[in-house]
């Protein structure tokens, strides 16, 4: 089974930013919509950003609204997440994952890959 992998975590101060990529070997990421979810200690998974495999449409949680912006990079097969003005509030596993519509919820399908961990914190 294809997996997907993220990378492009790290530490960083509050108000810093953060590129976070999805890619995957085996799976052709623009044949699918492809979320980002994220995990805090503690907190339930939730998602983050999603977009489209057909024309790009994006959707965004209201935190990350105005702050993350993704898109694909069609020569890397890969998914990116930019995080701008991240707060510590911020910090979790960030995952990615094919998306389907479901009932006006982008909910994920498929088995999670190892995410990439993101802290903010000075």
């Known amino acids: 089974q294809a997996q997907l992998v993220e990378s492009g975590g790290g530490l960083v101060q509050p108000g810093g930013s953060l590129r976070l990529s999805c890619t995957s070997s085996g799976f052709a990421l623009a044949d699918y919509a492809i979320g980002w979810f994220r995990q805090a200690p503690g907190k339930e998974r939730e998602g983050v950003s999603s977009?489209?495999?057909?024309?790009?449409?994006?959707w965004y949680a209201d935190f990350a609204e105005g702050r993350f912006t993704t898109f694909r990079d069609y020569s890397k097969n890969a998914v990116v997440l930019q995080m701008n003005n991240l707060k510590p509030e911020d910090t979790a596993i960030y995952y990615c994952a094919p998306t389907v519509l479901d009932g006006g919820t982008w909910s994920p399908f498929g088995s999670w890959g190892q995410g990439t961990q993101v802290t903010v914190s000075s």
């Open positions: 977009i489209t495999g057909s024309d790009g449409s994006t």
